[in-house]
């Protein structure tokens, strides 16, 4: 996504250097061509009904070019929902899961009237009836299921075994069907999974698929019109060059062997795939030290900024604008949140770098600012959006002031 020319670098035809003019580090830089790259690539695999997976970036700016480009939105949270509508979207185009969706989430969704509502237990089918029939509305459905298959991706991101907390056992099926069959105000019309992020191996989705499929029968054989069958997300990124390479062509290849003669409408709801290697965090040197041996770079950006290394371990490979010096040296690099775990790669070879020198952390377009904080009473990072040679601050925070302001002391202190 970097690239140079006379020695400079750019982000598609915009200087970076001309941006970091005007934005203060750390702030997260996001290509606009490489998001509608990745979903062009998506649609051309695995269809038309694409929802993007708005937890992954909900900036809004990001859910309009999401718009613009004809895909849908799926959402976990009733933020997220109406980040959504503000953003453009159809409420049809709008799919709302979540393992912990409440009766005044349900209740504004269902006012919105949009394309599905998946819920994810028994109980859950029972708090929707009721309030449905309350706002005597007819509500169409999808029923998350739980296919109990291990993606093989680490234990925090993972969703689809039948120890996670997300979606229906598969042997509820027969309770699910007779409970819908007294639901008057519900439309069972779909049935969703998804099963993990990050997700390489090919067989996670084949089995996953041949378990959807076997479902979504057993609902069409005893009377129940499921139309949509949405097999989740997931898909796997290289952050690491030595990861294996994700080839969504053998997903389309198992997802035909699968389905290839039902008439199911099948989605998918990429996020992480859509956007992480369309974003870079740009973080300036601020001190460096020696401790035990070991040569630090304190960065302005911290756990705070990006939590991924500190929440999961995770990898992202940091490069250099400063790359022009002869000497080498081996870097832990870190943030200056007060926490040992403030570090974001440990034994990294790069040029000499020196206080003020500008770092590139990659692939950082998903699950980086969305998931920032005001920890240690640090501001949050702005964004930043590239189309072609232009560029627009799409996010600027307030300042800590601010945020301080809006403490209340009560009058007995």
């Avoid at 009836?129 to 999808?142: M, R, S, T, Y």
């Avoid at 440990?346 to 904080?373: F, H, R």
Wanted: aromatic letters at 8%; a neutral charge; charged letters at 25%.
């Amino acid at each position: 996504m970097l690239n140079f020319k006379n020695k400079l670098p750019y982000i598609e035809d915009v200087s970076l250097n001309d941006v970091i003019k005007v934005c203060q580090t750390p702030f997260y830089i996001y290509s606009q061509s490489v998001i509608i790259q990745k979903v062009e690539i998506t649609k051309k695999f695995l269809g038309k009904n694409i929802f993007f997976s708005v937890k992954s970036n909900s900036n809004q700016a990001i859910l309009k070019l999401m718009q613009s480009l004809n895909i849908g939105a799926d959402v976990v949270s009733i933020g997220e929902l109406k980040r959504s509508l503000s953003a453009g979207f159809s409420p049809k185009k709008i799919i709302f899961e979540g393992v912990g969706k409440s009766k005044n989430d349900l209740i504004y969704a269902i006012k919105k009237n949009i394309r599905l509502i998946n819920v994810e237990s028994i109980e859950e089918i029972k708090i929707l009836q009721k309030l449905a029939f309350e706002q005597n509305k007819d509500v169409d459905i999808g029923v998350r299921l739980n296919p109990n298959i291990d993606g093989g991706t680490i234990s925090k991101i993972s969703t689809g075994k039948k120890t996670d907390k997300f979606g229906i056992e598969l042997y509820e099926i027969d309770n699910i069907i007779n409970l819908i069959s007294n639901c008057k105000n519900l439309n069972l019309i779909g049935i969703s999974c998804h099963i993990g992020s990050q997700i390489s191996n090919i067989d996670a989705y084949k089995n996953t698929f041949i378990e959807m499929k076997k479902a979504a029968d057993k609902f069409s054989s005893s009377g129940i019109n499921i139309k949509h069958v949405d097999l989740g997300g997931g898909f796997h990124i290289q952050y690491n060059k030595n990861d294996p390479k994700f080839k969504i062509e053998e997903v389309k290849k198992e997802l035909d062997n699968c389905f290839g003669q039902s008439e199911y409408e099948l989605s998918f709801e990429p996020g992480r795939f859509l956007v992480a290697e369309a974003g870079i965090l740009i973080t300036s040197i601020i001190n460096t030290k020696n401790n035990g041996g070991i040569n630090y770079l304190i960065v302005d950006a911290g756990m705070n900024t990006l939590v991924r290394p500190a929440m999961y371990n995770a990898h992202h490979n940091i490069t250099v604008l400063n790359n022009q010096s002869l000497k080498s040296q081996t870097y832990t690099v870190a943030g200056p949140i007060c926490e040992s775990s403030d570090v974001f790669i440990k034994d990294i070879n790069l040029p000499e770098q020196n206080i003020d020198d500008i770092l590139l952390i990659e692939d950082t377009g998903a699950y980086g600012k969305v998931m920032s904080s005001t920890y240690n009473s640090r501001a949050l990072p702005s964004e930043v959006l590239i189309n072609k040679g232009d560029f627009a601050i799409i996010f600027n925070p307030e300042k800590i002031e601010n945020d301080i302001n809006k403490d209340v002391i009560p009058n007995w202190l």
